[in-house]
């Protein structure tokens, strides 16, 4: 079927047919609200300016007449309470967005089956001399097969200044006549369904149903026309809409609108000029110009939330606690929030780095790290600890050996010193050493710039500690220039370290036997070493009032100076500790030169000293070394000769043997052999042997 043409359009008769919604007018001086007023109607919040008027008595609890509302009861029993904005109904009031969502009753073109006629409803809403202006949001819709509705507004209170528009809907009817077939749920656009804006500014509207364009015909499929101004996002097309009563009973005849609401009709900046009735009195509030026409809106400040239409401390605007609110305003975990007027701060926790707001604070030093930094702070404080009871037990233990290598004895001594061990530990190393032996090792060391020699013994207790001391005691006490004098010792060590004076061209035994060693010895040398060497025993044999047994004479024990002087060294304290080493009983010493009677005996006398030293005096005119063996050795080949009454010039070194000193060296290996004879008591004393070589050693230079 064609549809009437529309070119002139009837729509000036509207006013006659409308039903005029009237709302009260707005007056003009704001009033104080007082906390007897009601903040709520039924579920809906009623906040300042607006508030609940329903008699006289209540005026000063919206900010004018404008904002009043009524709390009527409504529904078949009257139960359910709801605001009224005059006899509009309000579902809801934004403060902070200056809106609000209020119901319009949905106009109707219906064809009537009974009358054959189309049944008109169409609906008006006056919101003029109200602070309320149609939202922008608003889509004026129109449902129908077959309509075409016009929407009439106006401004404000100017009847002039009017607006005109309209919405055609149509069903495109496909070859089986079916108007249903071209329609899509959810798609608004002309189909059965169709949606315009509107102007800002609007306070007025009124449906008009076009009476050319009628459902009369398709009255079976689609017998109604439907018309409002809603909110479109509460909106979506159905098409049942079309077909049935759905649209209206979806929404129970009244669809919802928003509305953009404002104070006044001036801007902010001329509302503030005057004091009086400026509405935003908080603290903290700012005040925006509306969005939709004249008048303006408060807000709390950022940070802050509250009515800003109330002076009121408690219910203006207040901080907000954004750190109440972790939902809302973001503080990462790695964040320390703190909230502050207007605001909140989140800096990172210490050491973390990033923005926490932004969620990206990051532990700069992770877990990882902080375990290696534990664990190596852990270790390093085991290590400590463990440092001390060590340098603790180090300490008591050198304590112990102090005591027990008779350290209080002999701090009482004078002429010894006793060292710490710290003074001697640094010339204790393997590049210091200038001798070996069974005893131990010797050291060269420096001390107050005079070269020493230090003696450490295999460690070993030495448990005759006390007599460790005195021998330490008197051997101090020996001067003599013939012996190896003790400077001190150090008695913190398990085997105490004995310091001596440094003889600096080593032992008689290395200068005659070591071939690389170019020192060579003439007799007149040799005869020196032996007096001297006589004379240094003799005085320690002789000593009033304690005597002191060498035991173990031989070349590798006297010593020799830079003039050749020779000096004794060894006495009695190494014997001490080579004892406690060795375990061999009282017989110990180098076989070499053992005196066979003490080794028989076991006790060492003065004679075994003197025995040894024959066999000293041997070596030294013959160069031979003392090998003690059954057969050839360096003493045999002596007492052989010696039998045989022959003479012993082939037994002479060499470059001593000369012609002229023969006699001299025979009398020499005469006076040993008597040293050597097993007979004790055929044996000279350490003095007569001092005595003799030194008239021989005179007799030479005369
Ligand atoms: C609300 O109630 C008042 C009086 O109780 C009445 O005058 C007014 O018309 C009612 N409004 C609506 C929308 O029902
Ligand atoms: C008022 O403040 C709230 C919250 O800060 C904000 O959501 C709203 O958009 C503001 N209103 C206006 C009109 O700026
Ligand atoms: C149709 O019109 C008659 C008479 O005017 C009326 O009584 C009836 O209620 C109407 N029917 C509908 C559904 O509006
Ligand atoms: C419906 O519109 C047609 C014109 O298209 C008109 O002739 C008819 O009278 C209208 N029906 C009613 C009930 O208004
Ligand atoms: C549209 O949706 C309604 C239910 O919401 C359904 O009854 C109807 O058949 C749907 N129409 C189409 C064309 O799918
Ligand atoms: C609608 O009514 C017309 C006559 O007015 C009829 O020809 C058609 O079959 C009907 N369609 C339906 C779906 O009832
Ligand atoms: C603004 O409103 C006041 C009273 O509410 C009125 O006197 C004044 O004329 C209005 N001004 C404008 C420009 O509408």
Same mark, same amino acid.
Request: proline share 4%; charged share 25%; aromatic share 8%.
């Given at each position: ?14 006013? #006659?047919?409308?039903?005029?919604? %009237?709302? &009260?007018? *707005? =007056?003009?001086?704001?009033?104080? $609200?007082? /906390? ?38 409504? #529904?078949?029993?009257?139960?359910? %309470?709801? &605001?009224? *904005? =005059?006899?509009?109904?309000?579902? $809801?009031? /934004? ?275 902080k375990l290696a930094v534990g664990a190596i702070g852990g270790i390093l404080l085991m290590s400590i600890i463990s440092f001390l009871i060590i340098l603790h037990k180090e300490k008591k233990k050198m304590k112990e050996f102090y005591k027990n290598n008779g350290g209080p004895l002999l701090e009482e001594a004078t002429g010894i010193k006793i060292f710490k061990k710290g003074e001697l530990k640094p010339f204790l190393k393997n590049s210091n050493i200038i001798g070996k032996g069974g005893f131990g ?262």
């Amino acid at each position: 079927m064609p549809f009437h043409k529309l070119a002139a359009v009837p729509v000036l008769v509207w006013l #006659g047919v409308a039903l005029a919604t %009237r709302l &009260p007018r *707005a =007056g003009a001086t704001p009033t104080p $609200h007082s /906390s007897q007023c009601k903040t709520k109607c039924g579920r809906v919040d009623i906040p300042y300016p607006f508030g609940i008027v329903d008699s006289p008595d209540d005026g000063h609890c919206a900010m004018h007449d404008g904002f009043a509302l009524t709390c009527n009861k409504t #529904g078949i029993n009257g139960r359910r %309470r709801r &605001p009224f *904005a =005059g006899d509009v109904e309000v579902v $809801h009031i /934004s403060l902070q967005r200056g809106k609000a969502r209020m119901k319009a009753t949905i106009s109707s073109y219906c064809y009537n089956l009974t009358s054959r006629v189309m049944d008109t409803d169409p609906w008006s809403v006056d919101l003029k001399g109200t602070p309320y202006k149609f939202a922008g949001t608003n889509k004026f819709t129109v449902i129908g097969c077959q309509s075409l509705v016009y929407i009439v507004g106006e401004h404000g209170d100017d009847a002039q200044d009017q607006y005109m528009s309209g919405c055609v809907a149509m069903c495109w009817r496909g070859g089986n006549g079916d108007v249903r077939s071209a329609l899509r749920n959810g798609s608004c656009s002309g189909i059965g369904c169709c949606q315009t804006a509107i102007p800002k500014g609007l306070q007025y509207y009124q449906v008009l149903f076009e009476p050319g364009v009628n459902t009369t015909e398709i009255h079976n499929v689609s017998r109604c026309s439907y018309a409002v101004l809603m909110d479109s996002s509460d909106f979506t097309f159905s098409t049942t809409y079309v077909t049935s009563r759905a649209f209206i009973n979806n929404y129970g005849g009244q669809a919802p609108f928003v509305v953009d609401w404002s104070i006044g009709n001036e801007t902010c900046d001329a509302a503030r000029k005057k004091h009086v009735s400026y509405a935003c009195v908080s603290d903290n509030s700012e005040c925006f110009n509306s969005q939709n026409g004249p008048g303006y809106i408060c807000n709390c400040s950022k940070g802050f939330h509250g009515n800003p239409y109330l002076q009121h401390l408690e219910r203006g605007c207040k901080d907000i606690d954004e750190c109440k609110h972790p939902q809302r305003y973001r503080c990462s975990n790695g964040g320390v929030c703190r909230n502050r007027l207007g605001g909140y701060d989140c800096p990172c926790k210490s050491r973390w780095k990033g923005v926490a707001k932004a969620g990206t604070c990051i532990d700069h030093f992770p877990l990882a790290a902080k375990l290696a930094v534990g664990a190596i702070g852990g270790i390093l404080l085991m290590s400590i600890i463990s440092f001390l009871i060590i340098l603790h037990k180090e300490k008591k233990k050198m304590k112990e050996f102090y005591k027990n290598n008779g350290g209080p004895l002999l701090e009482e001594a004078t002429g010894i010193k006793i060292f710490k061990k710290g003074e001697l530990k640094p010339f204790l190393k393997n590049s210091n050493i200038i001798g070996k032996g069974g005893f131990g090792k010797v050291y060269k060391g420096l001390l107050d710039n005079k070269e020493v020699a230090i003696k450490k013994p295999i460690n070993g207790s030495v448990r005759e500690n006390k007599q460790f001391a005195n021998e330490v005691i008197i051997q101090s006490q020996v001067i003599h220039k013939n012996i190896v004098r003790l400077i001190g010792c150090c008695l913190e060590v398990e085997a105490p370290l004995l310091v001596y004076e440094f003889i600096s061209q080593g032992s008689l035994h290395d200068i005659l036997h070591n071939h690389n060693n170019k020192v060579a010895l003439n007799l007149e040398a040799r005869l020196n070493i032996a007096a001297q060497s006589a004379d240094g025993l003799a005085y320690m044999h002789s000593k009033a009032n304690i005597r002191i047994l060498h035991g173990d004479v031989k070349p590798a024990n006297i010593l020799l100076d830079d003039n050749f002087v020779p000096k004794i060294s060894d006495f009695g304290i190494s014997r001490l500790l080579a004892r406690d080493k060795e375990h061999t009983g009282s017989v110990i010493g180098d076989m070499n030169y053992m005196d066979p009677v003490y080794q028989r005996e076991g006790l060492l006398t003065e004679k075994s000293d003197v025995y040894s030293f024959g066999v000293v005096i041997l070596e030294l005119i013959s160069s031979r070394r003392a090998i003690h063996s059954e057969n050839n050795s360096l003493l045999k080949s002596f007492l052989e000769y010696d039998k045989k009454k022959e003479k012993m010039t082939e037994l002479f070194d060499k470059e001593i043997a000369i012609t002229k000193d023969l006699e001299l060296l025979d009398s020499l290996a005469c006076m040993a052999l008597k040293c050597l004879s097993l007979d004790v008591e055929q044996r000279p004393t350490m003095m007569e042997i001092a005595e003799q070589l030194l008239i021989l050693s005179r007799s030479r230079k005369v």
